[in-house]
């Protein structure tokens, strides 16, 4: 009975902070102080725990039965029980990991070197901990939805998004890491072995899937992507309503390919009065996307004048195709002109795909470490700006954090007795 037993179980532990581990040694044997103390934290934390569906979640905590850790030395831990559902919580004091004998100590100084792209390997021989250790860590962190955290840390669903794909790959097949990012958080890292629209629909579908359950009127008014096929598409599939725009930087790395055959500087020039162009748009207070279609007419006959109609009819063709992704840029000014954002992420997670290698085989489990490290990306403070100094990027975007210690909000974020007070208890 074992296995499917284990399945519907749902995990309702609670990391509570003891501040230190003696507080939470002297409290073992005092009962009632030991409620209050959970009872206090939560309220400071301001979540909900996660009863059963019945349960309307006023009930009290009642302390219920205790077992020891043996793999940590015997360590006792408490379970708690809601007066009214009778769902049972477990009590982790912050100085244990659910089902590991890795310290969170040693945790946390593994986990910045391997999002620093250290190697899981050497992170592991640093630490005296498995590599295997670790890697696991992270795939259980990436159990836990993005949206669900951002939830609990009070993040609003993002209006205007950043879609693309991470090129990678699987020892010798190519993979496809379809990715969402709103500013300096990444909402989705998924995994795909098809670059089809149906699979990229599939993937970033489980954005779309969360962000209804979390506000079922959710909808995405503008999505910033890089024009290829299956990502516009899935695009459209998901969000009917959403303005799809193209990156006006794309834009102006593409130019050059368009003027085939032309020397180096004439290229460079046309690419160059290109730019300015976009900007003198994005400058624009009002009509902008007037001034846009006026321009890029001017631009295209300028090219027939001085390089030859062939080029001119090639570029005129490309903004005919192109251009009403860039009109959405400059329609929406909450619209990302740029994937910049995207391409930063994408690029700090490159270095953590190269480290993982020795995992990255057919039957690892991609997409919990791909989630994992991203949760990573979002809660560990690497901003090195004045404006951002030292702050994770879900503060950058406006989120709420339960403490000021990044570790200890994996730790309770990752909980899954919380759920956010907003939120009917549910399941
Ligand atoms: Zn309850």
Known sequence: MGQSAKAIRQNRTITVDFQDQSTYFQLLSDGKAFVEFVLAFLLALGFQRSHKATCGGGGCLTRHSHYARVRLGGL???????????????????????????????????????HGGLSLEWCATIYNISPMALYHFICALGQHRLVTVFVKCRLALPVSILADEKHSRCLTDRVYLPTIVSGRVIWHLGYSASKSAAAFTESYGEFQHMASHTDPAYQVKGALTDGFDSTASSMRTLFPRARLGNCLRHALNKLPSKLIGLSAPIRQDL????????????????LRVVALGQRLRHFADHITTTVGEAHGERVRNWFRDKKAGWYAVLADPRMPASSTLLDQAHNAIDRKLFAMKGFHHPSGRQAALLTGLAHL???????????????CGVEVEGGVLPTPDWMLNLQILSSGGYQCAAETPHH
């Open 377 to 391: 990306y979002n809660l560990i403070p690497y901003q090195r700006r004045a404006l951002h100094a030292g702050q």
């Open 76 to 114: 006792s831990i408490w379970r708690m029980q809601c007066t009214s559902c009778k769902a049972v919580f477990t009590v982790l004091p912050h100085f244990v990991l659910r089902y590991r004998r890795m310290s969170p100590d040693v945790a946390r100084h593994a986990l910045i070197a391997t």
């Open 271 to 286: 690419r160059s009065k290109f730019h300015a162009l976009l900007h003198r748009c994005r400058q624009r207070q009002s």
